[in-house]
């Protein structure tokens, strides 16, 4: 048996077998889209906790306390 042409990966965004070979450019992901999704998540969270910590909340306005 040729376990390694046989071997495949849960895609990260569907949770569908993927085969994990050499001509599968989006793996470990089963397509670009899913790609793109599992990265737009991450890149939205990451966005969003920046936010948070960059801008001031009403609490500790500096125009405020000034
Ligand atoms: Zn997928």
């Known amino acids: 048996m040729d376990k390694e042409s ?10 569908k077998p993927v085969a994990w070979s050499k001509d599968n450019r ?4 089963c397509s670009e889209r899913c790609q793109l999704i599992d990265f737009g998540e991450w890149a939205t969270e ?14 500790e306005d500096p125009e405020q306390l000034q």
């Open 46 to 59: 990451k966005h969003s906790i920046a936010g948070e910590s960059f801008y001031p909340t009403e609490d």
């Open 26 to 29: 989006f793996r470990p992901f």
């Open 6 to 15: 046989k071997r495949t990966v849960n895609c990260p965004g569907c949770q």
